[in-house]
């Protein structure tokens, strides 16, 4: 009675075993291709948003025309290390800090 038993609960034969590498790597083969995916198609293309943003920056100078991220359009007056100030009219200036410029203007954007 308790032969069959004792051959119901032994390990199973080294040939049978359904893990080993190939199984762990076919299991994670899903969440690899997930994560290239993403990586291609968000996270790049962000990150070189955000570089070509960065160098747009370091390169602004007096006299630029620029937009801030509130539509505020300016002309570059002076440059620090984190503000820029831009004159928006006659005897206007404002302070604003230098992540919040948008983008430069260019000749043809003129209106």
Excluded: C
Excluded at 45 to 64: F, I, S, T, V
Aim: net charge positive; glycine share 8%.
């Amino acid at each position: 009675m308790f032969d069959s038993i004792a051959w119901a609960m032994a390990p199973a034969q080294q040939g049978s075993q359904p893990g080993g590498p190939q199984a762990i790597f076919t299991s994670f083969l899903p969440l690899i291709i997930i994560f290239a995916i993403f990586y291609f198609l968000l996270i790049r293309p962000q990150q070189k948003r955000a570089k070509e943003h960065r160098e747009m920056l370091n390169a602004l100078k007096k006299g630029d025309k620029v937009i801030t991220n509130g539509g505020i359009y300016g002309v570059v007056e002076s440059v620090g290390e984190k503000t820029v100030t831009l004159k928006i009219a006659e005897n206007t200036k404002i302070k604003i800090g230098k992540a919040y410029i948008a983008t430069v203007r260019t000749s043809a954007e003129e209106d």
